[in-house]
């Protein structure tokens, strides 16, 4: 071989390095080096004999080029990536332009307590505000960098594992140096710094273990300690700079100092002493102790447009009593020791005191001691108090003797805040929350009937407001195990979605809508409790589980007078009649969600589904109806029968309503097939099957189907009436008969398959097909689901607003004949396909003759037909199709998996393979159909791909329609696999 000449080798060796940055890029910016390699050389043959002719080895060769490719050493061989790029030069007119964002991450960080991994805070902050990512995109700028540009918002450490961002000045540091300044002295030793590090947590102070806060310290340069021995040099200036900055620590979840506490408390109590300023409402700090609840809260209140606001705020104060008002409730020494190394700390935003347990012997009631907290006038005037910087005292009751006094202690409240862990199979768990008292009720240990067998007079009493956030699998536990039924209930959901329009909000959304801080650990909890399923029963009780109960219904607690300020007289009487509704029915429907719709005429605008229980409370005429049945014309399928056969089957009074079909084969009895009521249990709709004639009523004819019964019956269909695909129908109905041949291509055998259009079938989702306008769906489901009828229904609705096209491949559909049937609608127009192997050029001369808004396909089935779908879609035309099989089957269908978005093996970081999704799928939303009012909706068909590819289960909307029209709505995740 010729060797280039050193011009044109230098040429080919860049063309070489580019391409390998091409496999990086596509390995997601990071791969082994032997796989580049040898991608390379599949991909270019000739580069392998040109590195060795000119004696380059992969390692060389790579090093020659370090502003395209970057080789880190390792024990595979080595990593090839992409250098960073280098960052620009930061203006001044660009840091004013980055200040709104590290002004934004801030406040995501004091949501998260202060602090939180960088790419926790960065997530969210992309969440919140997209446009952020283009900016420090455009000026080059990593998220840490912010910390530099700004260090008096943010500030940025690298640990050991990753990097961490706070909300400066640093969380842990504030409380530690502001309880160090007070002393004679700052520790001069690591012993003598850890044994106060270890005494200020003992008081309450939220911190890191003393070996963390140590490495903090040095990393903040505040202070060093000398290399020969454990000698710690403090930095004065580097403390008064850090102290400088200082914000509220209630902001940070940091409790001030108990001592400092107190001693403000005293000073504002004092008399004589002046106030110091603040910009908080003067309830925000009280000097005296709150008033005691009232015992309970009026039944009924009548009001006038006029009063609302004295209703809605006589309301709140009963609600108020101290807790509302900025008192906090401590009842002994705080210790933060059992979170340690199990992330409580970095994850909770509320302290949480554990109340020291009192002898058996005490006769008293149990109950909190209440100790006012006054802000620092710095404090003050930064930031407003929330309710949910406050420590909250909770106690576990796991004894008889503290059983009945919490008991007598509950009695005396008015108002119960309470949630219920592990259910609706097991009750683990019960939490009730007041102004005096959190209380997290053992039943494992004290047995679940002992427990609500206690509860059950005060949850049934009427003159005790129960509060409760999305009670329906509560319910259901507490009726199981003590047949308890709530009277007087408030769901804070409900009540959310009266507000916001969302009736599936979360605790944590309404917490942070009212501007209570989030519960930290509620995520994290979450995935726990997928793993383990029994994580609430287990014994000894973890304090962490403890505390996340009892921050369950504390910061509910706080959270409910800012809901009844929003709510106006009627909205508030709305939410109480819904929420007593909502928790009769969960009992009956074992949890399952009630929904409803606005009238169809409306549902253009978007209207999303809603919770019945409301609908009925704003509207008391409002009913759910079932869906209608048109007029069928069963009689004329029936008509085409020879007479022995008519008249039986006509005879039968479940033809009009049950009748599916009617099978006739030669020389066997014929007979028809019913649908019958499916078990609650079963999916799918249930049939039986039944002969026509028996022998002993058939009397001297045959009760077999002669070849003259057939032909009978084919010829009162017309000449040739049945197409290539072996089916035909008669004219102006919607029923399909469909004929089976022998090799000579005779009829021996009928499937006479019954057509009907039902009014209102589509409402079940409404939301689907109005409230998501640009979405195509797809409806799945085996043979005689009903998903044809659903299209009829479908298309007749949209074509009032749209402009509708059905490509009707047998007439199915629009039934035969040239005149459509009435069913889909005044102005639905119908394309016939004169054969199944033109749907494909029907769906497209569809689009480029006739300018359709909405497409409707009826059975896609082969390849050809799914690109075609792909062609519309991408034409911008909205399509409504159906297929067979469901979600998983149809992901390992090799012909129409395409429907859901192309899937092929790529290679990831590290040279591994992998199975992704390369493209958008064809159909956005999934409806599987099990029966007539049994479906299921997959809202993201995109996102549930992903989830079946990475083997996570995918998130799915199970609806059930009720004979009297009530719908009820399940979230499940399903698991699936990807062969």
Not at 544 to 551: I, K, P, S, V
Not at 881 to 887: Q, T
Not at 901 to 926: A, L, W, Y
Request: charged residues 25%.
């Amino acid at each position: 071989m010729t060797l280039p000449s050193d011009k044109k080798a230098a040429a080919e060796l860049r063309r070489l390095a580019q391409a390998m940055c091409s496999i990086v890029e596509d390995a997601g910016g990071s791969i082994k080096c032997a796989s580049a390699f040898t991608l390379l050389y599949e991909r270019d043959p000739a580069s392998k004999l040109f590195l060795k002719s000119n004696q380059l080895s992969g390692t060389s060769f790579v090093r020659k080029f370090p502003e395209l490719l970057v080789l880190t050493p390792d024990e595979g061989g080595g990593t090839l990536s992409k250098p960073e790029p280098k960052p620009q030069q930061v203006t001044e007119a660009d840091k004013k332009g980055l200040q709104p964002i590290a002004r934004q991450l801030k406040h995501i960080l004091e949501r998260q307590g202060g602090r939180c991994l960088q790419a926790m805070a960065c997530a969210e902050l992309y969440k919140q505000h997209p446009a952020s990512r283009d900016i420090l995109k455009k000026l080059s700028t990593k998220p840490s960098n912010l910390a530099k540009l700004f260090p008096k918002v943010l500030f940025s450490l690298r640990s050991p594992h990753d990097i961490m961002m706070y909300a400066a000045p640093m969380v842990n540091l504030v409380p530690l140096l502001t309880a160090l300044k007070k002393l004679p002295g700052m520790p001069t030793t690591k012993k003598t710094l850890g044994k106060k590090i270890t005494v200020f947590r003992a008081q309450g102070l939220k911190m890191d273990s003393p070996s963390t806060t140590l490495w903090h310290l040095v990393a903040a340069k505040i202070v060093t300690v000398a290399p020969d021995n454990d000698k710690l040099q403090w930095s004065q200036e580097r403390v008064d700079e850090v102290l400088g900055w200082q914000v509220p620590l209630e902001a940070l979840g940091c409790p001030a100092p108990r001592a400092a506490s107190q001693a403000a408390s005293n000073q504002l109590s004092a008399p004589g002493s002046p106030s110091p300023p603040s910009s908080a409402p003067p309830s925000s700090v009280p000097s005296s102790p709150p008033p005691s609840l009232p015992r309970s809260l009026p039944q009924t209140t009548t009001c006038t447009n006029a009063a609302t606001s004295d209703f809605s705020s006589a309301f709140c104060s009963m609600l108020g009593g101290g807790l509302l008002s900025g008192t906090i409730w401590t009842t002994g020494a705080a210790t933060d020791t059992d979170n340690e190394g199990e992330g409580g700390e970095a994850e909770g935003d509320v302290d949480i005191v554990r109340a020291a347990t009192p002898e058996p012997s005490t006769p008293a009631p149990v109950a909190a001691t209440p100790a006012t907290v006054a802000a620092t006038p710095a404090a003050a005037a930064e930031q407003q108090p929330t309710h949910s910087d406050q420590v909250l005292a909770y106690r576990v009751i796991d004894t008889v003797t503290h059983l009945d006094q919490s008991i007598a202690t509950l009695q005396t409240a008015g108002v119960l805040v309470m949630d219920c862990e592990g259910v609706p199979d097991a009750l683990p768990l019960i939490q009730v929350a007041t102004s005096e008292a959190t209380f997290v009720f053992d039943c494992v240990t004290l047995g679940e009937k002992t427990v609500v067998g206690a509860l059950g007079p005060l949850l049934a009493d009427e003159t005790k407001l129960k509060v409760l956030h999305d009670l329906h699998q509560d319910v259901v536990a507490l009726a199981r195990v003590g047949d308890v039924q709530l009277h007087h209930v408030m769901d804070t959901q409900l009540a959310y979605e009266v507000l916001n329009g969302d009736p599936h909000a979360g605790l944590n959304k309404v917490l942070n809508d009212a501007g209570v801080k989030v519960h930290g650990s509620k995520y994290a909890m979450h995935r726990d409790m997928d793993r383990d399923s029994k994580l609430f029963e287990r014994r000894p009780l973890a304090p962490r589980l403890a505390e996340y109960a009892a921050l369950d219904v504390s910061l509910l607690l706080n959270s409910v007078s800012v809901l009844t300020e929003r709510l106006s007289c009627t909205q508030l009487q709305q939410v109480l009649r819904a929420s007593q509704k909502r928790a009769q029915r969960a009992v009956e429907c074992g949890g399952h969600r009630h929904i409803g719709f606005p009238p169809l005429e409306t549902a253009v605008q978007g209207e999303k589904w809603v919770s019945l229980e409301l609908l009925e409370a704003k509207d008391e005429t409002y009913t759910t109806t079932a869906p209608t049945l048109d007029a069928d014309q069963v009689e004329s399928l029936i008509q085409l029968l020879p007479d022995r056969f008519r008249w039986a089957c006509l005879a039968d009074p479940r033809v009009q309503q049950d009748l599916i079909e009617i099978i006739v084969e030669q020389g066997r009895r014929p007979y028809a097939v019913f649908g019958v009521p499916a078990p609650a249990t079963a999916k799918g709709r249930k049939t039986s099957r039944e002969f026509l004639v028996d022998d002993a009523d058939a009397g001297e004819a045959s009760s077999d189907a002669t070849t003259e019964d057939i032909t009978h019956i084919v010829e009162q269909l017309g000449e040739n009436a049945f197409g290539n695909d072996n089916r035909s129908g008669i004219s102006g109905c919607l029923h399909r008969i469909s004929a089976m041949r022998n090799r000579s291509d005779d009829i021996y055998g009928l499937t006479l398959r019954v057509g009907r259009a039902y009014q209102g079938l589509t409402h079940m989702i409404q939301d689907v097909l109005f409230g998501m306008p640009e979405q195509s769906v797809l409806l799945l489901g085996k043979p005689g689901a009903g998903k044809t009828t659903v299209i009829r229904d479908a298309c007749r609705w949209l074509s009032e607003h749209h402009t509708v096209i059905i490509v009707d491949t047998s007439n199915e559909i629009a039934g035969q004949g040239d005149e459509p049937h009435p069913c889909i609608g005044a102005m639905t127009r119908r394309m016939m396909v004169p054969s199944l192997e033109r749907q494909k050029d029907t769906m497209i001369e569809c689009v480029q003759n006739h300018t359709p808004e909405i497409m409707v396909v009826d059975e896609i089935g082969r390849a050809q037909e799914v690109q075609a779908a792909r062609t519309v879609k991408n034409r911008g035309v909205r399509m409504i199709a159906s297929a067979h099989g469901d979600f998983s089957k149809l992901m390992k269908n090799g012909d129409l998996k395409g429907l859901l978005g192309h899937v092929k093996g790529v290679i990831e970081t590290g040279g591994k393979p992998k199975t992704k999704r390369v493209s958008e799928p064809t159909f956005d939303v999934v409806v599987e159909l099990h029966s007539r009012d049994e479906w299921t909706v997959i809202r993201d068909v995109g996102r549930a791909v992903d989830d079946v590819l990475a083997g996570k289960p995918y998130l799915v909307e199970r609806r059930k329609r009720f004979p009297d029209g009530a719908m009820t709505l399940q979230f499940a995740r399903r698991s699936g696999k990807y062969l």
